[in-house]
């Protein structure tokens, strides 16, 4: 069964400075990849997502992630944050030949923007 | 276009009483899911649909059915709550492609708590 990390609960970032958040996942084949983005109070709304070819993901809000099979990680970066993108982010993956078993979440990673 | 839509929003339950959390999805979805969030835990899937009439259990189904009787609508049913049901439920849909599941939307969840 496949299975999603993200090391840090929290991250602490200054405003304009950049972020890395990461994700590895455990999987034998090919997965698929996403990241979610959750505001307070809010449901989850899709950053990105990785299929197939380029590595490099471009995402909505300025994010981006990429792929490195060899090290199984997924890390999503962005260059300049704003105190808008403090929220809670999740890594998730789904197997591709893994049928209707869904996405598997991580357990999310905190961002706290300070001014 | 509504997307995800689940309701009710809040609901206050004594233990052994029951209920349905109600989702609606209007973009034509195969697969739908319902998750639980709960603090440090991430999302964890309870049960899914990939078509009208039949459903599966995943991570955490004990305590809850579910049936789908259209494609359109997802209800997950709380026989007798237990106050270890107190979460956050989500409800998401997905295309699916060759069988596989691919981007969740969510609808914006259902706060439940268990006296």
């Known amino acids: 069964a496949q299975s999603v990390t993200q090391p840090d609960i929290h991250i602490t970032v200054s405003e304009g400075a950049s972020l890395e958040l990461r994700c590895n996942y455990s999987?034998?084949?090919?997965?698929?990849l996403f990241w979610y983005v959750q505001s307070p109070g809010q449901g989850l709304q899709l950053l990105l997502k990785y299929f197939s070819g380029d590595t490099l993901v471009q995402g909505i809000k300025g994010f981006e992630a990429e792929f490195k099979r060899s090290q199984s990680s997924f890390n999503l970066r962005k260059p300049s944050v704003h105190w808008s993108d403090a929220a809670e982010y999740f890594c998730?993956?789904?197997?591709?030949?893994?049928?209707?078993?869904?996405?598997?979440f991580g357990k999310g990673t905190h961002l706290i923007i300070q001014p | 276009n509504a997307g995800v839509t689940q309701t009710p929003k809040f609901q206050v339950l004594k233990t052994g009483q029951s209920m349905t959390l109600q989702c609606a999805q209007d973009?034509?979805?195969?697969?739908m899911s319902w998750y639980r969030q709960d603090p440090g835990m991430g999302l964890r899937l309870i049960h899914y649909?990939?078509?009208?009439?039949?459903?599966d259990q995943g991570e955490v189904p004990n305590g809850y059915n579910v049936s789908r009787s259209t494609t359109e609508d997802f209800p997950l049913r709380l026989l007798s709550a237990a106050p270890s049901q107190t979460s956050v439920y989500f409800c998401a849909s997905s295309r699916m492609e060759a069988g596989e599941v691919g981007e969740l939307f969510f609808g914006e969840g259902s706060r439940l708590t268990v006296l």
């Open positions: 999987y034998g084949a090919t997965p698929y």
């Open positions: 973009m034509n979805h195969e697969y």
């Open positions: 649909s990939v078509g009208a009439g039949i459903t």
């Open positions: 998730a993956v789904g197997a591709a030949g893994g049928g209707a078993d869904g996405l598997t």
